[in-house]
Structures are given as structure tokens and as C-alpha cells.
Nanobody, 120 residues
Framework: QVQLVESGGGLVQPGGSLRLSCAASGSIFTIYAMGWYRQAPGKQRELVAT???????DYSDSVKGRFTISRDNAKNTVSLQMNSLKPEDTAVYYCNADLWTKTLVKGDYWGQGTQVTVSS
């Protein structure tokens, strides 16, 4: 079993900052990419940012320059620092990990989601 648990969501005013964290635990052999996705009401889930095991990052155009993704490979954690938040960043944010389990099953795992609301 593999679990991804997110934390750090909440309500923030436009222009403010939030930091999301996600910890992966369980029967993990190795994690390739980790990332954050988001889903706003009435919209499809979209990529926010990803980070490979070697540190290469990728961001959606809508968050470049405002969000920073980082990971700790030793702790199997990934974080998302979100600055200069806008109302359009409001969504449920999901952590994702592409990994091999100790039973050599490769899969895509998701957290339960954490709500981020940007509003005055």
C-alpha cells in the first residue's frame, strides 16, 4: 500500500502565499516524478508543476515565476511554494507520484487533495 498525504491548503488573500506539502509513505521502492495538479469547480484537472528525481522541474505557464516545486528524495516528500496568489488559483490541489512499489508494481498515485481558496 502507498499513501500520499497533502497538507497546507487554506484561505489566503490575493497576493498572498501558501506552501503545500505532500508525504508519500508505504511500500515504496523508488519514486520517479512527483508533482502537483489542481482542479477548479467545473474544470478538468490540470498540471501545476512536476519535479523529476534528478531535480528537473516543469511548470504550467499560468504559475511560472510564482510557484516553486521542490522535493526531498530521502523523505519522499514534495512541496509547492505558491506566491503572488490569484483568485484563479483557487482549486483543489492534488499531489501525484509516479513510482515503483517494493513488490515491483509501477503506478501513478494520488493524494486526497487539499483546498486552496484565494479570496478577499
Amino acid at each position: 500500500q502507498v499513501q500520499l498525504v497533502e497538507s497546507g491548503g487554506g484561505l489566503v488573500q490575493p497576493g498572498g502565499s501558501l506552501r503545500l506539502s505532500c508525504a508519500a509513505s508505504g511500500s515504496i521502492f523508488t519514486i520517479y516524478a512527483m508533482g502537483w495538479y489542481r482542479q477548479a469547480p467545473g474544470k478538468q484537472r490540470e498540471l501545476v508543476a512536476t519535479i523529476a528525481s534528478g531535480g528537473r522541474t516543469d511548470y504550467s505557464d499560468s504559475v511560472k515565476g510564482r510557484f516553486t516545486i521542490s522535493r526531498d528524495n530521502a523523505k519522499n516528500t514534495v512541496s509547492l511554494q505558491m506566491n503572488s496568489l490569484k483568485p484563479e488559483d483557487t482549486a483543489v490541489y492534488y499531489c501525484n507520484a509516479d513510482l515503483w512499489t517494493k513488490t515491483l508494481v509501477k503506478g501513478d498515485y494520488w493524494g486526497q487533495g487539499t483546498q486552496v481558496t484565494v479570496s478577499s
